[in-house]
Antibody, heavy 130, light 110 residues
Framework: QLQLQESGPGLVRPSETLSLTCIVS??????????WGWIRQPPGKGLQWIGS???????YYNPSLKSRVTISVDTSKNQFSLRLNSVTAADTAVHYC??????????????????????WGRGATVTVSS | QSVLTQPPSASGTPGQRVTISCSGS????????VYWYQHFPGTAPKLLIY???QRPSGVPDRFSGSKSGTSASLAISGLRSEDEADYYC???????????FGGGTKLTVL
């Protein structure tokens, strides 16, 4: 059974960089059938997609966060990571890592927007404060 | 304020049927699949419905999804106390190039 576990500092200072890693267990990150993504939920607010990556390194980012976000993948460690720079208090949130399932046949895969979130981690709270 | 509109709360008694709505627009619900998630605070959200009306294995058939035009609904029949949770709809928005989530509906079983 696939499990996702977020890890990283729970406190980040304003203007610095938020870094989180998602450790994937119970399955391989190497598959064209999946993207691996990050979603956050600020206190009292809704869920916001941050971005996603495939094992090949292909990425998609939320346009509103794109200038500050980098998502990377380490296939040797079966994990992927999030970096969000120049953080402010507005970036305080519970951050979830997710698996996004799509489908591929004969080497042709569905467009990114067909890759839906089917497995979630429990979430990691990151607070931005001095 | 979410682009996808859900009622903030819903309630029902055990055994009843409850529906939760999700309203959007032509660039999201009107042209893409809708997904539904169940979330107990402090735990990992769980996929309930994918591609408008499909249930992953292990999800009881008490849960069903539907879509019409720019709105979608999640129905829960035979309501149980363990269904008390937060429910979110999600959909890709082609105009924004963004995955959108509804604001969430807190379901209370009376």
């Amino acid at each position: 059974q696939l499990q996702l576990q977020e890890s990283g500092p729970g406190l980040v200072r304003p203007s610095e960089t938020l870094s989180l890693t998602c450790i994937v267990s119970g399955g391989s990150i190497i598959s064209s059938n999946y993207y691996w993504g990050w979603i956050r939920q600020p206190p009292g607010k809704g869920l916001q997609w941050i971005g996603s990556i495939q094992f090949s390194g292909n990425t998609y980012y939320n346009p509103s966060l794109k200038s500050r976000v980098t998502i990377s993948v380490d296939t040797s460690k079966n994990q992927f990571s999030l970096r969000l720079n120049s953080v402010t208090a507005a970036d305080t949130a519970v951050h979830y890592c997710v698996r996004q399932r799509g489908y591929c046949t004969d080497g042709v895969c569905s467009p990114f927007h067909y890759f839906y979130m089917d497995v979630w981690g429990r979430g990691a709270t990151v607070t931005v404060s001095s | 304020q979410s682009v996808l509109t859900q009622p903030p709360s819903a309630s029902g008694t055990p055994g009843q049927r409850v529906t939760i709505s999700c309203s959007g627009s032509s660039s999201n619900i009107g042209s893409n699949y809708v997904y539904w998630y169940q979330h107990f605070p402090g735990t990992a959200p769980k996929l309930l419905i994918y591609r408008n009306n499909q249930r992953p294995s292990g999800v009881p058939d008490r849960f069903s999804g539907s879509k019409s035009g720019t709105s979608a609904s999640l129905a829960i029949s035979g309501l149980r106390s363990e269904d008390e949770a937060d429910y979110y709809c999600a959909v890709w928005d082609a105009r924004l190039s963004d995955w959108l989530f509804g604001g969430g509906t807190k379901l209370t079983v009376l």
